[in-house]
């Protein structure tokens, strides 16, 4: 067993390392999540329970007193017991990883993926700070609440944002009841799959977040006279003499999108968080932490 738990740091070690080389988006996240940790308070947590929920592989920053030993030995590696109350307080992460993510309108902002990336960070920095246990959706990375889950988060990151494609949605998963999910992106999929992958979640017991992040151009379309636009995940392009005289049409469509989206998450009792990247991520994050306190109280 011990032998197993040295193979088990020894690949974090490795996860660790190459995270770093990456350590601009772990700067920024600590910064962001430090201005807006000096507002506010933590959130409250319920009381506890030792209702047994799961076994889970073994992950450094674990008490060793959580170990099952039992179960452990009847497998290649060292296993801990996770109890229903723990399951429960874990907020786990989603963001967009879809080729619309990559876009900007100008050189100056950041990308979507760029602040989803920053906004998702800079709230496991939080959660973390708060001892809370956080995880990236289908990242394969056990919660946690150590510091040493930073780095394999922004791991996880870089190695999505190498990828040629994504989904714009999370495929739903079997959480445990009354733990959090807050999904970032630009929530611009058709309204009735954005309804099934929240009323799939919510069937199941999951609290949830929406953050809609848009490029400031997407949200005013300030282009004149004719434009070509060009489809990031296959779609063709598409040639408009006159982009004003689409204009009102478009902004109408954009405000029903998001019309639905809130209908969507007032039905399910979840929140939804607009957000623009040329604002400050501050704004956003701070939200988003205002609503999952008040989910914990």
């Known amino acids: ?6 193979a088990a740091l020894r690949a ?9 080389r990456l350590p601009p988006l772990l700067v920024a996240a600590e910064r962001v999540a430090s201005t807006v940790a000096q507002g ?16 889970r592989r073994y992950q450094p920053g674990d008490a060793a007193q959580a170990i099952d030993w039992r179960q452990s030995a009847k497998n290649r590696h060292v296993f801990v017991r996770e109890n229903e109350w723990e399951a429960a307080q874990t907020v786990w992460l989603w963001r967009d990883a879809s080729p619309s993510m990559d876009w900007r309108s100008d050189k100056a ?3 979507k993926r760029e602040r989803a990336d920053l906004l998702s960070l800079a709230l496991a920095v939080l959660l973390v700070r708060g001892g809370e246990r956080t995880a990236f959706l289908s990242s394969g990375v056990a919660p946690s609440a150590a510091r040493s889950i930073l780095p394999r988060l922004a791991l996880h990151l870089a190695e999505r944002a190498g990828r040629p494609e994504g989904e714009g949605l999370p495929a739903v998963e079997p959480l445990p009841r009354h733990a959090q999910l807050v999904i970032i992106g630009d929530l611009l999929s058709p309204l009735d799959e954005i309804q099934k992958v929240v009323s799939g979640f919510t069937g199941r017991g999951l609290r949830g977040h929406l953050v809609q992040l848009l490029d400031p151009a997407e949200e005013m379309l300030p282009f004149d006279g004719r434009v070509e636009f060009r489809g990031l ?11 004003e005289g689409i204009r009102e049409a ?23 968080i607009p957000h623009r990247t040329d604002k400050p991520p501050q704004t956003a994050l701070l939200a988003l932490w205002g609503a999952l306190a008040r989910e914990a109280v």
């Not at 974090?12 to 770093?20: K, M, T, W, Y």
């Not at 506010?40 to 947590?45: D, Q």
């Not at 995940?233 to 982009?243: A, D, F, Y």
């Open 40 to 55: 506010v308070h933590g959130r409250r947590r319920v009381g506890t329970g030792e209702t047994f929920w799961q076994f």
């Open 233 to 243: 995940e296959g779609e063709s392009s598409l040639l408009i003499p006159r982009v």
């Open 12 to 20: 974090q070690h490795r996860a660790e390392d190459l995270a770093l």
């Open 250 to 272: 478009y902004l109408e469509r954009l405000a029903a999108q998001r019309a639905g989206l809130a209908a969507i998450a007032r039905a399910a009792g979840w929140t939804l």
């Open 1 to 6: 067993m011990v032998t197993t738990a040295a």
């Open 109 to 111: 902002l950041p990308t």
